[in-house]
C-alpha cells in the first residue's frame, strides 16, 4: 500500500522481530543505521529538511546518527550549532516558522531541560496561538533511556513530561524498522514530534529493512504478539524484555501472551490497548520511567474506563523506581527485565 507521497506504508507487523516483512530490497541493519537511513530519506525527497544540533554535522553526531549527511546535502541544511540547547529548539521554531520542516537533536534527552521552555511555551502552543494560522512540522529527535552505562542526566526516562503537554506527539520506536517507518512519517507531519530514541537499542540488534522507504501512522499501537490469557504493554527499549519474558511464560506455562508496542505514547492509542485487554481480561504495562504518574498510570486509567468489566484481576505495573536512574554498579537492578516482567504476569494469571 501507497501513501499519497507515493511512500510504502509498513505493514501491520512491521515492527515484530521475527516478522515475515513483504517482498522486495531488503537490509539488515541496527538502528541508528535505520535512522539515518530515514533521515537521508527525508532529506533527498524533500530539500526543506534541514538538521540542526550539537556535533550533527562535521562529528556526525554523538552516536553517528547522522553519518555522511554534511557530505550529501552540505553545510545549509546540516547545521552544526554551539551548545545551546534553548537556542537549537528556538531556531527550529523560527525555521518551521519561515517554511522549512528542521529536525532539532539533543544529544541526549537529559540535556533537553534547558530548552524545555521553548517546547512548552512556543513549540506544543503555536497551532493554538495563532488559531490555526500557522502550523509547527519540525521533529525534536532525543536518545533517551539507561543501560549502556551512561553518566547523570544521561539514563532519564522523562516520556511523560512530553505526553502531558498537549500540542505534541510523543514517539517511541523500538526496532530499526520502525524507528525508520515513524522517524520518516514524524518528518513529514504538520504538526510538532518528540521523538525519543532508545539509545540501549541503537546497537543491540539488527532487523531487515526495506530499502524503499516507508512510513507507519502515527499514533498507532501495534500488536506484536496475538494470544488470549494476558496482555503485555510496553515501548521503546522495554519490547525486548517485554518479548522475551513473553517466550518464557510461552515455553515454560503454556500461556497465551498478546503483546502491545505503543509505539506513539501520546496521542495514545486507548482503542487498540482497551479492546486487547478486552479479549484476554489481564494486564501488565511495563515501562523504564519512574513509577509515579508515569505513562503506565494512563494505560491503566484507560482500560479501567473502558474495559473494566473484562478484566479478571488488578492490573501490574513494572517499571523503574522512583529515585534517580542509579550510576554504574545498579542500573540493571532499576531497569525492568524479563524475570521481573513474568513474575508479575504470573501474578496477575493466578490471581
Known sequence: MMTNDGLALAPPNAGAEGAEHEKGSMTLMNMVGALNLAL???????????????????DEGVFRVSADLLDRYGDQRVLDTPLAEAAIIGGAVGLALYGLKPIAEMQFSGFAYQGFHQVEQHVARFRNRTRGRFSLPMVIRMPYGGGIRALEHHSESREAYYAHTPGLYMVIPSTPRNARALLLASIQSKDPVIFYEPKASYRAFKEQVPDEPEVMPLGKAQVVREGSDITLIAYGAMMRPTLEAADELVDADGVSVEVIDLLTVSPMDTETITTSVAKTGRAVVIHEGPRTCGIGSEIVARVVEESLMYLEAPIRRITGYDVQFPYFAHERDFLPNPTRIAHAAREVLDF
Open 40 to 58: 537521508d530519506d527525508a532529506m533527498r525527497m524533500d530539500d526543506t529538511v534541514v538538521l540542526l544540533g550539537q556535533d550533527v554535522g562535521r
